[in-house]
């Protein structure tokens, strides 16, 4: 989520040179727990041409078979499917898919829902397990209230999703 990455940042912004002893709390959480897995991704030929450099690594964005997951900041509101396409055209040369997603799960704006885009793929918005914040009731007109629930995806023995299985589920507030 949007927030999980603070106290990443405040390590790097109170002690960088620790940096390569942070093991992140999500990491350690996740790791006893059978039905949770963390997604990242390595960005292919991104590391600079220097000695010990590394590729990219974005956390909390992954792939699976047709699917992409992730903290997609940028795809909320009605112009969403419109921005999904233009940042698949964008960017999939450098992300380098192994197959043309088909599925874009995302999980930003708290609402549960999903829709098509264009191109005819399937962009779900995960909803939320969480209470609203009072700020979002206070700051009338900035925020539209959540949606909660979340997806239970199923997928074929190829890993690609069976979109007719997937479901949103609501919650209720």
């Not at 078979?65 to 903290?71: C, E, Q």
């Not at 074929?156 to 609501?170: A, H, P, S, V």
Request: a negative charge; one cysteine or more.
């Amino acid at each position: 989520g949007n927030h999980d990455q603070r106290p990443r940042k405040r390590m790097q912004d109170i002690a960088p040179g620790l940096m390569p002893l942070y093991i992140d709390p999500l990491f350690v959480l996740a790791a006893g727990l059978d039905n949770v897995r963390m997604l990242s991704f390595e960005v292919d030929d991104t590391a600079p041409r220097l000695p010990l450099s590394e590729n990219t690594k974005l956390p909390f964005f992954g792939v699976e078979g047709d699917s992409l997951f992730g903290h997609f900041e940028g795809f909320c509101g009605d112009e969403a499917p419109k921005l999904v396409e233009g940042w698949i055209s964008d960017w999939s040369h450098v992300l380098n898919f192994k197959q043309d997603p088909r599925v874009i799960f995302q999980a930003h704006t708290h609402r549960l829902g999903s829709m098509y885009t264009p191109k005819g793929r399937l962009l779900v918005s995960t909803g939320c397990m969480c209470k609203p914040m009072e700020y979002q009731f206070i700051q009338h007109g900035k925020y539209r209230p959540p949606v909660p629930g979340y997806v239970a995806i199923y997928r074929d023995e190829n890993g690609n999703t069976i979109l007719e299985d997937t479901q949103t589920i609501f919650t209720g507030l």
